[in-house]
């Protein structure tokens, strides 16, 4: 999985292995951040080892070598906050060259998120196993950003990220909603139970699908399991939460449309997305390699691109900051509930469910990150649109 410095390497090998330590400190001080200082944010090496690494595979090795424990750090989420606060990441790109084009080629030119290629985030992450979701999620299992402007708990902020995308939508008594990308049903048990709706949910993993069913057994709600190329029908209202991400540059338009042939002329659509501060060609290898795979985070243009000509932006809304307090609790939940998890899932999964958490949670803070929420309409929906908050 990952090269090690050994005393045959060749000469330049053995250059770029001693130069690598006064590189990654010049990069790491300009972030505010040491190896081996006292501050939390810190990085404490265990194996020198590290930094050819982190030379050699960018990002990717930096957390590969985090799983192996070459290095600890007691704050990470203000270690990657101070790193992306000072664009380290996209700096360390820079100094490795022609080493980080493949990355970006292979998301420019490959449809990553092909129809063949769907349900590969479902089976590689949210199949990994209901237990840990639940045990992180809490009783809304709701995997997203949670609303804190007026709550003081997780389940508070996801109740009321939830009632906000209702009121959004205008959701009434009767109406149809499609929830693209429904998870374990959350929004939908809430639609129909506090809006008298109808719903079809759509997921592209199997265990979703499978508790998703369980916890909305006996209300108006069907869940498949479905691509949302796939769907047909008509929609009075749809909502995508947390799935756009998934979606990929090469297939924005086809979203758009599809969402466009799918509605009402007179309804709504509430897309609930991470978004980038600015375009990336590709996502953290890291991420993409242990987490999400295939995955792609938008930027405010390319979705403002996509959507262009097919709908109109009626409201678009930014709490990104929450994010950051919302991956604080999971971590809090899943720490809380290791000891029940441990014996299934080993030390180097908590070690990378730690560094995941944190890591994202730094996205945030630093503002590379942000969570939208924009409501769509067709131009026939022919009156205005009052945004609610």
Known sequence: MHQTLHPHSNFGERAGASRAPRVLASLAASAGVRFDGDAPWDIQVRDPAVYGRILRRGSLGFGEAYLDGQWECARLDELFCRLLTADADARLDRKRGLRHLGVVLRHTLVNLQALHRAFQVGERHYDIGNDVFEAMLGPSMIYSCGYWAGASTLEEAQRD?????????ELKPGERLLDIGCGWGGLARHAAEHYGVA??????????????????????????????????????????VGMF??????????????????????????????????????????????????????????????????????????????????????WDNFLAAWPDLKTRYGERFFR??????????????????????????????GFGYRSVR
Not at 293 to 320: C, M
Not at 357 to 376: D, E, K, P, S, T
């Open 161 to 169: 990220k939830l009632d906000l995308i209702c009121r959004k939508l």
């Open 199 to 240: 719903v079809t949910g759509i997921t592209v993993s199997r265990e979703q699908l499978a508790l998703g069913r369980e916890r909305c057994a006996g209300k108006p709600i069907k869940l498949e399991l479905m691509d949302y190329r796939e769907v047909e029908g008509r929609f009075d209202k749809i909502a995508s």
């Open 245 to 330: 991400e998934h979606v990929g540059r090469k297939n924005y338009a086809t979203f758009f449309a599809r969402v466009a042939e799918l509605l009402e002329p007179r309804g709504l659509f509430l897309l609930h997305t991470i978004g980038n501060f600015a375009r990336v060609r590709a996502v953290d290898p890291w991420i993409e390699t242990y987490i999400f795979p295939n995955g792609k985070i938008p930027a405010a243009s390319e979705i403002a691109r996509a959507s262009e000509g097919r709908l109109l932006v009626e409201d678009w809304h930014n709490f990104g900051a929450d994010y950051d307090r919302t991956l604080l609790a999971w």
């Open 352 to 381: 990378m469910w730690k560094y995941y958490l944190h890591c994202c949670a730094g996205y945030f803070r630093a503002r590379q990150g942000q969570v939208w929420q924009i409501v769509f309409s067709k131009r026939s929906r």
